[in-house]
């Protein structure tokens, strides 16, 4: 079953905001990837990350692999109306190259 | 860029039918391919691994005679449902990992199975 827990579930956006989300495991991971999914599209890869502790950016996003290799967050920047979709998480352990998903966070923009 | 392609994007058949979902890779070579299935407002769900050449690993739960994978060769691999009933009405993704250690997987589309 699923082992990463993703938050928030969904969050509102104003544009010009700052956001924020994360991912938590009970397990350690080699490697974190946030992907963006779209209605009716597959994930596209933002970010991916390989070392603990690492911070990388790409444009207005940028994500961090947690020192534990138990956790990363990714902040996206100045959001724009086309930031709206789903954000997920994804871990890969040592072995393999199966990735585990979380439970996504729903970007919305505020009415 | 590394592009997935699946065919068809949406897909509907009657309960009882089998159906056929392609997963290509169009500008290299993917020794593994994945299989998703994704239900609305949930995450992805891996369902198979498949190696080019041998058998499909299958993940707990996933009846693999009933979701039949192929991986015939390094850019092609299927996915098959067959006897199809409503409850598999679902959104299915595949993702190939280019061959070499340093890329990430890409996905596919996806396709949508309507089961009536």
């Known amino acids: 079953g699923q082992q990463l827990n993703q938050s928030p579930q969904s969050m509102f956006i104003q544009e010009g905001e700052d956001v924020s989300m994360n991912c938590t495991s009970s397990s350690i991971f080699n490697t974190w990837l946030w992907y963006k999914q779209d209605p009716g599209e597959g994930p596209v890869l933002l970010i991916a990350?390989?070392?603990?502790?690492e911070l990388t950016s790409n444009g207005r996003l940028t994500a961090q692999f947690g020192i534990t290799r138990k956790d990363s967050f990714l902040n996206i920047s100045a959001s724009i109306p086309s930031d709206v979709g789903i954000y997920f998480c994804?871990?890969?352990?040592?072995?393999?190259?199966?990735?585990?998903f979380g439970g996504g966070t729903r970007v919305l923009v505020k009415p | 860029g590394a592009v997935v392609s699946q065919h068809p994007s949406r897909v509907i058949c009657k309960s009882g039918t089998s159906v056929k979902i392609e997963c290509r890779s169009l500008d290299f070579q993917a020794t593994t391919m994945f299989w998703y299935r994704q239900f609305p407002k949930q995450s992805l769900m891996l369902m198979a691994t498949s190696n080019e050449g041998s058998k499909a690993t299958y993940e707990q739960g996933v009846e693999k005679d009933k979701f039949l994978i192929n991986h015939a060769s390094l850019t092609l691999s299927t996915l098959t449902v067959t006897s199809a009933h409503p409850e598999d009405s679902s959104f299915y993704i595949c993702?190939?990992?280019?061959?070499?250690?340093?890329?990430?997987?890409?996905f596919g589309p996806g396709t949508r199975l309507t089961v009536t």
């Open positions: 993702s190939a990992h280019r061959t070499g250690t340093s890329y990430e997987q890409y």
């Open positions: 990350l390989y070392k603990a502790g």
């Open positions: 994804a871990g890969r352990k040592a072995a393999g190259n199966k990735l585990t």
